[in-house]
């Protein structure tokens, strides 16, 4: 049997607390009643309003994504070559999977995990396998793909996504692939 490592049995317990505390809130939010009195309605609009305790963030709209996972597939059409794209959230989270006509088996998942590194390190993966001498551990990290194809999108120098591409002969050219979408967005 394998051995769950310390840092995987971290992230599940997190991952589990996060999603009781989510059921809590959907609970306790559920058997609310419609009609709060207006003090109560007052004092959470004015808490609202400090956002002490409130974190925003920005990301792709679904649109954007989708234009750009496009645009990727389209300079990869263009250029001759088969290959999957994927976009992620700034959480890493999958929004758009494009699996290109010819691409194969294994593209759709490559193209996520390089999107996933890409976001992760708010850099091109062709960039963090450079890194990759200094810190030969970062390839052990869950959902990684430390090869050339991956390329974040920034807002104000925050990554905000990532463009994940896979199936081309080279990573250079799935990198360059990644590049096209992230540059359809600035149209």
Sequence with gaps: M???SVRARVLTGTVAAAALAAATVGAVSASA?????????????????Q???????????????????QATLDAATKAGQHVSVAVVDRDGVTRVLLKGDGAGPQAPESAVRKAFTAVSWNAPTSELVKRLAQAPG???????????????VQSKGAPVA????AGAPSGDLDEQFAQAGVQALTK
Excluded: M
Excluded at 56 to 64: H, Y
Excluded at 138 to 152: E, M, Q, R, S, V
């Design 2 to 4: 394998k051995k769950t």
């Design 33 to 49: 009643e419609a009609t709060d009195t207006p003090a109560v309605t007052a004092a959470a609009v004015k808490t609202d309003a």
């Design 51 to 69: 956002n002490k305790n409130l974190s925003q963030s920005t990301g792709l709209t679904i649109e954007a994504a989708t234009k750009a996972a």
């Design 138 to 152: 970062l390839k052990d990290i869950p959902n990684t793909l430390f090869l050339a194809g991956g390329a974040p």
């Design 162 to 165: 990532g463009i994940g591409v």
